[in-house]
C-alpha cells in the first residue's frame, strides 16, 4: 500500500494538482510573492545606494 497522503503539504511539488489548494494555497502563493517583492526592492535600494555612492 504505497499511496499518498492526500492531505500532506509539499512545497517541492513540480505539478498543480499536489499543491494546497483554496484559502491555504492563496496565502502560499501570496507570501511567495510578497517575499519575491521584498527581494526585488532590498536589490533595488541597494543597487541605488552603491550607484550613489560610486557617483560621488
Do not use: H, I, Q
Not at 4 to 15: G, H, I, K, M, T
Not at 25 to 40: E, K, P, T
Amino acid at each position: 500500500m504505497n499511496t499518498r497522503n492526500p492531505y500532506e503539504y509539499n512545497p517541492y511539488a513540480l505539478d498543480g494538482e499536489a499543491r494546497p489548494r483554496g484559502v491555504r494555497g492563496l496565502f502560499d502563493r501570496a507570501f511567495g510573492m510578497v517575499g519575491c517583492l521584498a527581494a526585488s526592492v532590498a536589490l533595488f535600494f541597494g543597487m541605488m545606494y552603491l550607484l550613489g555612492k560610486a557617483a560621488r
